[in-house]
């Protein structure tokens, strides 16, 4: 019975500290790390120990999992080279500066030991996410802290679990390099396999509660396999959820979508805030046992703050250059602009099917030259013939291209958004959890974990405490002017293709009072959409999410009111279907998209609640 109320009492405290801390502008972590670590002082509180295999195995494959179905895949696409360096070979260049660093600064540890510590404090947290989006940083910056927080941890795992191994036997370079291949190589393809198959056995699933039990088995379905074939398991777990998130719009319906996102959002705060709180319970034990060795605590706290340094200039001296990248990226893109939206391909009526494939092979040349500045070798005259399917994908790959070169054009990284990504490269959960993984003869581990906690705590607490104030300070953010603006145009879209299924449809054309209804209803829900964007937006891609028709159009008999609700079915699932494709053309932003379909999703489920009225 003890258990089960200090279970409950953690609960109720997570909850609340979620709620208030916003208000109180402190980040909810922080509060739960300092609560914890007063709690642990108390003298009739005891030892307090937690296996790290509940958080590495029972608590990180769901969290990111749930990370990675919320990631929307448009943006992971553009801004994948960012996340992926960021999240590879930044983890591999922290971890071999720190390990060397260690070597200097902590007498008899070796070099793969202190490789092992830094790639347990290299991977950041999603907590600067959570603070970058509420004071409204830019969506591409948000994007990629998000990005790099789903994918590093894994790389770092991946590089801890080669580093102890390393200490424990002769390893080669190659060695260890062939084998963080085949972790990353061998988990994308259980991932991928167990995200296809999760979409397929629920897109056949009828009962959302059902439907909602089954999603939670996928990360575990896809971790456990990965782990025993020596693959990464959080990998398999974040590739899962990647190709789940991408799908659920065509395979799953909006009732299993939206059960989805709150009951995963209910297993985030809960795991999450779980894991501050035992970070701060954890704290004076450690400092217990480091106390008689190594120099004290004190030292344990200069090591820890100087190795957050250290990995805060290797971000700073890796983000900048990045940046330039991405920032001549975005100049080259500029200079092909011109031309690629000069490019209309027009299919032609005879190509037989030697002349078609030629055809895509020069298309797959042209697309590879298009980063060079010499556009000339896309001369409008050396288009070879294509047949219709051909040119619509190749015209949509076009689209595609112009909307990728607006999005690094209007929302570029520069020094401001730059200073942003380096600074808000906290450390946390997986910090917490990594370090105590090491195993128990390595040398200095009472050391090396109090290390790794002093990081995450610090980094939490500085970081944390003033990227608010660095983000206030540089004053940048998304245009609420255009982003309204864009809201705009995709409504008119919307609108647009809900005009044309009205004039296709045999019913409409037999009802005459019929379309002017569903004008109605339609004009009705875009004033709602308004006033409530108005009010203020918020985070989840729901808020603000009117149900268009929402309310049963009384004053018409039965079979009145479902010819009304078919014919607007038609239209939800017409509109849902451009939204698709909008998306993988890439012309709208991902947060202008998951909002109209919030809000086609919202429109479907009240017509399944009116079924029978």
């Known amino acids: 019975m003890e258990k089960v109320l200090i279970v409950v009492a953690a609960v109720l405290f997570i909850a609340l500290v979620t ?49 990675a179905i919320g990631m929307p895949t ?14 590879v070979v930044l983890v591999i260049l922290s971890a071999v500066v720190v390990g060397w660093f260690l070597t200097l600064v902590v007498p008899g540890i070796s070099l793969a030991t202190g490789v092992a510590l830094g790639a347990i404090v290299s991977p950041t947290d999603a907590v600067a996410t959570s603070i970058a989006k509420r004071m409204g940083v830019p969506s591409r910056v948000v994007a990629v802290l998000e990005g790099e927080s789903m994918l590093n941890d894994a790389s770092a795992l991946v590089l801890l679990r080669a580093a102890v191994a390393a200490t424990a036997a002769t390893i080669s370079f190659w060695g260890v390099a062939l084998n963080f ?12 396999a167990v995200g296809v198959a999760n979409l397929w056995v629920r897109s056949r699933m009828r009962d959302a509660t059902a439907n909602t039990a089954i999603s939670f088995t996928v990360p575990y379905i896809a971790y456990v396999p990965a782990e025993a074939i020596g693959a990464s398991g959080l990998v398999a777990a974040v590739t899962a959820g990647l190709i789940t998130g991408a799908g659920a719009v065509k395979y799953l319906t909006p009732q299993h979508r939206i059960s989805d996102m709150q009951n ?32 004290g605590v004190p030292n344990a706290v200069w090591i820890g703050l100087s190795v957050l340094g250290v990995a805060l200039l290797v971000r700073a001296l890796y983000v900048v250059p990045l940046a330039w990248w991405l920032d001549r990226k975005r100049r080259r893109g500029d200079q092909i602009r011109p031309m690629l939206a000069d490019f209309s391909v027009t299919p032609s009526a005879d190509i037989d099917r030697d002349q078609e494939r030629r055809s895509r092979q020069w298309w797959r040349r042209a697309f590879r030259r298009r980063r060079h500045r010499d556009t000339t070798k896309l001369a409008a005259g050396d288009m070879p013939p294509v047949s219709t399917d051909t040119a619509a994908r190749i015209n949509s790959r076009i689209t595609r291209t112009l909307a990728d070169i607006d999005y690094y054009t209007e929302a570029p990284l520069g020094p401001k958004e730059s200073a942003i990504v380096v600074w808000a490269g906290m450390r946390g959960v997986v910090t917490v959890a990594a370090a105590q993984t090491l195993p128990d003869d390595t040398p200095s581990r009472p050391l090396l974990v109090l290390v790794a906690f002093v990081v995450a705590a610090a980094s939490l607490l500085i970081q944390g405490g003033t990227l608010p104030w660095l983000i206030r300070k540089l004053k940048i953010g998304d245009d609420t002017e255009s982003m309204l603006a ?13 005009q044309k299924v009205m004039a296709e449809s045999e019913t409409v054309r037999q009802i005459p009072w019929l379309r002017p209804r569903l004008e109605q209803v339609s004009r009705e829900a875009d004033e709602d959409a308004d006033a409530v964007s108005d009010a203020g937006d918020s985070d989840d891609p729901q808020s603000g999410v009117v149900p268009a028709g929402a309310s049963t159009p009384y004053g018409l008999n039965f079979e009145e009111r479902v010819q009304i609700r078919r014919t607007r079915r038609e239209i939800i699932a017409a509109q849902r279907k451009k939204l698709l494709t909008l998306r993988s053309q890439g012309t709208y932003s991902s947060s202008a998209l998951s909002r109209a379909l919030g809000q086609l999703d919202a429109e479907e489920i009240s017509l399944d609640m009116q079924r029978g009225s």
Do not use: K, Q
């Not at 448009?74 to 360096?85: C, E, K, N």
């Not at 291949?181 to 991928?192: K, L, P, R, S, Y």
């Open 19 to 67: 709620d208030i801390a916003p208000r109180l502008r402190i980040p909810a972590p922080l509060v739960l790390v300092f609560v914890g670590a007063v709690i642990g002082i108390m003298p009739f509180v005891p030892a307090f120990h937690v296996d790290p295999e509940w958080i590495l195995v029972g608590v990180l494959p769901p969290l990111l999992y749930s990370a």
């Open 486 to 498: 864009e809201r705009r145009r995709l409504r008119a879209e919307l609108d647009a293709t809900a």
């Open 264 to 295: 995963w959002h209910v297993v985030e705060l809960i795991a999450e805030g779980a894991v501050f709180l035992l970070m701060g319970l954890e704290l004076f034990t450690l400092m217990s046992d480091v106390h008689n060795d190594h120099e």
């Open 181 to 192: 291949v085949f972790a990353v190589a061998g988990a994308v393809a259980i991932g991928a």
């Open 74 to 87: 448009m943006d992971f696409r553009r801004d994948f080279t960012a996340i992926s360096t960021l999240s």
